[in-house]
């Protein structure tokens, strides 16, 4: 494999450890809304999705979570994390050993901008990523489907061939699968859907410290 021209990383999951966070708080507001489902089955099934496809999947099997369902899911986030979120281990070496090579790379996730400014803002990574935060609140469709991905790619003056994603979540893997990206899947996490990310098409590796290992980071020469 050569060197790639961009890494696209996941946010929650892959840079900040959110999940097990916001899917306890979505299990819980999903049951207490009359569709009970566990926190098992939100970190697996909804981990990587936006909040609009939770809510649309939700009331398609009959239950409303109210017009301002998102609003009030974002309105809470900096309650939920306040004094809660954690760097993923060792990322920020992997991350550092990407700019310092002069390899592009940016942030695409489900989430909107400013949570991500929440919660990289709370780890000491967003300097690094504060201007290359690409949103699904930016394409049509967001992931397991490509666009956030080839926006990203497009954005940043890359070919999607030339890329390579690290993702955490199924949904996540699959978009950029899709996006014709060679996708790095963590599932150093205990939750994490480990079979699904296999099944999906990614690499998988269990610790940042391996993925430099996996991933050619020498500096390009054009």
């Not at 496809?53 to 017009?67: D, I, K, P, R």
């Not at 009030?72 to 990322?91: I, K, Q, S, T, Y």
């Not at 201007?131 to 049509?140: D, K, P, Q, R």
Request: hydrophobic share 45%; charged share 20%; glycine share 10%.
């Amino acid at each position: 494999m050569r060197t790639p021209g961009l890494v696209i990383f996941d946010c929650d999951g892959v840079l900040v450890d959110t999940e097990n966070i916001a899917n306890e708080r979505l299990a819980a507001w999903l049951t207490e809304a009359g569709h009970p489902v566990t926190f098992e089955h939100c970190r697996r099934h909804f981990s990587g999705r936006s909040m609009v496809a939770v809510q649309q999947e939700v009331e398609a099997a009959g239950v409303s979570l109210g017009a301002d369902f998102v609003e009030r899911w974002n309105a809470g986030l900096p309650d939920l994390f306040a004094g809660r979120v954690e760097m993923v281990p060792h990322v920020d070496t992997f991350v550092g050993s990407v700019r310092d090579a002069g390899i592009p790379y940016c942030v695409a996730s489900s989430a909107r901008v400013a949570k991500m400014h929440i919660t990289l803002g709370a780890t000491g990574l967003l300097p690094l990523f504060e201007h290359v935060l690409f949103s699904a609140t930016m394409v049509g469709r967001a992931k397991p489907f490509p666009d956030l991905f080839l926006h990203a790619a497009e954005r940043m003056g890359v070919s999607a061939a030339d890329c390579i994603v690290v993702e955490d979540s199924v949904a996540g893997t699959r978009a950029g699968i899709a996006a014709g990206m060679r996708v790095f899947s963590y599932c150093g996490d205990p939750h994490t859907d480990r079979d699904g990310l296999e099944r999906a098409g990614g690499i998988l590796f269990d610790d940042m410290r391996a993925l430099a290992a996996l991933v050619p980071i020498a500096p390009r020469v054009d």
